[in-house]
């Protein structure tokens, strides 16, 4: 069935039900970012691929909802569709809820899944729409109309993510939540974020692509720790683990059972849990809205963990170098494309110690397809590669140790010299952002313009954030901090692991983006209070000609020399022959 079908079908049933609007996120009843198949039902009626976005769908109309890293990737994947692109954050786009009050008639009805969506998005549009006497209700309309949906049931083992790489023990872990529990008041905390819970328990697994996570659900009393999960997907060093840390383990199906048996109590629990959960709750209690406790703690990594990203860096660097080489010496030899080049990249990662598998689905963006910023090749229609134009690689691994993101833009021929400008200030901004120093309490929005300085000054820009967080071989993208334009009022704080990655994008022509992950450090204590700094762990060299020495200050060129004598210093002795000849020439001083 093509897009246009599946909205037929969806009005029919909106109709027979007498509902004006149906929403669907792009969700799963975890709010997970990557999603199982079976929930991907935004993609499943829209077409569009994206990892953020949701549609709108009236008697009348269908829009899709999605920030910058997508328009022209939704432009693209919409086209033939009923579907009218709304450009999240460009001016003159309305707000999904602003949009609908235009749409819908008073005392009409909304549906949506409670289940693929949170209390928030629930509550924000009950209340908002209130005025006009709009209901809001559950109704998953998609279930009975997706009629081949998979359903496949997971039945890989969970297993020990030791305390040795994890630095906290389940114990440790769990006094330190039900410690900001007892400062909240609170009787009952549930965890529904499929990392939290993983982090939590110090397990990982293999349910959702990419994250090495697993679907469960967990509850936190001042005494008992319940993980829904179902004995079957622990291996028996796990289901050892627990049982030294006092976590009984009960079937994942069961967990909304056990919600409704839970009253009179004071439930912390985050606000982007999906709707369903409070439905099940509302019985006599009374919920403490708020992010779950462990979610900031797993973002400050222990140094254990921070030794376990240093120690997979030098591993995924020798691959990257290893790949880089081999692209440059093989484009335009031998048949190549932008799948083909992706697999040839996850075979030299393979060949690393403790490699698990890729941390998401690499980027490989040629010529004008590295203006989609997060552009995904398909086999049926992906570039040819030879040695000519430029090509953008954003690529990471999942290592027992830890978790990479690193984005390498290369030349394969003569670049332009506007390239190579644009290029430059890219870099630029990279640098200047692994170089700045500031005072305790910052925030990523308050760092975010230095990255963007160099391109703000020519009266450019990129439509996306320049850091996100990165969990410690866990979710590659992870809060609750990052560095972006919009207002986060979480501080930068020491243990946190963010990417760098500032770019920019000419659509149809190029793409450019430079990345390395950092991590905040305590830098220096003053007069003036504690001062942080970033420490840079990823370790692999920047390719040199697409870089015009003569656009950068003195400082970033002895920062750049010296990252590059540091490359050179951690990954020689892992290289040899005509690989380690091209890395030496790559990490000469400029």
């Avoid at 890219?426 to 963007?452: E, N």
């Amino acid at each position: 069935m093509t897009s246009k079908q599946k909205v037929a079908l969806l009005r029919e049933a909106m109709a027979k039900e007498n509902i004006y609007a149906f929403i669907v996120f792009s969700a799963d009843p975890h709010m997970s970012e990557y999603l199982p198949e079976e929930w991907l039902e935004r993609t499943w009626i829209s077409g569009f691929t994206g990892s953020a976005g949701f549609v709108v769908i009236t008697r009348e109309k269908a829009a899709l909802w999605t920030d910058g890293r997508y328009f022209v990737q939704a432009v693209q994947e919409l086209e033939g569709s009923d579907f009218e692109l709304m450009k999240e954050g460009v001016e003159g786009t309305p707000n999904y809820i602003d949009w609908l009050k235009k749409e819908l008639p008073d005392h009409s009805t909304i549906a949506l899944n409670a289940l693929a969506t949170s209390h928030l998005h629930w509550n924000d549009l009950e209340q908002q729409l209130a005025e006009k006497n709009i209901k809001i209700i559950n109704k998953p309309l998609l279930k009975n109309l997706w009629a081949n949906r998979i359903q496949e049931k997971k039945t890989a083992k969970v297993f020990v993510h030791p305390v040795e790489r994890a630095g906290l023990s389940v114990g440790n872990k769990l006094d330190m939540i039900r410690k900001k529990m007892k400062d909240q008041n609170a009787d009952v905390h549930i965890i529904t974020a499929l990392d939290d819970v993983a982090w939590t328990t110090n397990l990982r697994g293999s349910d959702v692509q990419y994250n090495p996570v697993f679907l469960a659900y967990l509850i936190l009393s001042s005494e008992e720790a319940q993980l829904f999960i179902g004995n079957d997907k622990l291996n028996e060093e796990a289901k050892v683990q627990l049982k030294e840390a006092n976590v009984t383990v009960h079937d994942y199906d069961s967990f909304y059972d056990e919600l409704n048996t839970i009253k009179n109590q004071r439930i912390l629990i985050s606000p982007n849990t999906n709707q369903a959960i409070f439905n099940a709750l509302q019985e006599n209690n009374t919920f403490i809205l708020a992010a779950a406790p462990g979610n900031l703690m797993k973002a400050r990594k222990t140094e254990v963990e921070l030794q376990g990203f240093r120690t997979v860096m030098r591993r995924d660097g020798v691959a990257m170098v290893k790949f880089i080489h081999w692209l440059k010496t093989h484009a335009g030899k031998e048949p190549m494309n932008e799948v083909s080049i992706g697999k040839k990249l996850k075979e030299f990662r393979q060949q690393g110690k403790n490699f698990v598998g890729e941390s998401f689905g690499s980027i490989i963006g040629y010529k004008g397809n590295g203006a989609i910023v997060h552009y995904s090749a398909k086999e049926e229609d992906c570039k040819e590669v030879t040695n000519e134009g430029t090509i953008l690689i954003d690529s990471g691994g999942q290592y027992l140790e830890g978790t990479t993101d690193i984005t390498r833009t290369l030349s394969l021929g003569q670049p332009s010299e506007q390239f190579r400008e644009d290029s430059t200030r890219v870099l630029q901004g990279m640098i200047r952002l692994s170089m700045v120093r500031f005072p305790k309490g910052t925030r990523g929005v308050q760092l975010d313009a230095v990255a963007r300085m160099p391109l703000w000054n020519e009266g450019k820009d990129y439509a996306h954030g320049t850091g996100h967080g990165v969990g410690s071989f866990m979710n590659v993208h992870e809060g609750p901090q990052n560095i972006r334009k919009d207002m986060n009022f979480q501080e930068l704080l020491p243990g946190m692991v963010c990417s760098n990655e500032p770019g920019f994008y000419v659509e149809n022509e190029y793409g450019i983006r430079h990345e390395n992950l950092i991590a905040v450090r305590e830098w220096e204590n003053t007069r003036y209070g504690t001062f942080y700094a970033f420490e840079t762990l990823t370790i692999c060299p920047f390719d040199r000609s697409v870089i015009k020495k003569e656009l950068l200050r003195e400082d970033e060129i002895n920062w750049l020399n010296g990252y590059h004598a540091w490359c050179k210093e951690m990954l020689e002795e892992d290289l040899s022959g005509e690989v380690k000849n091209w890395f030496l020439d790559q990490v000469k001083p400029l």
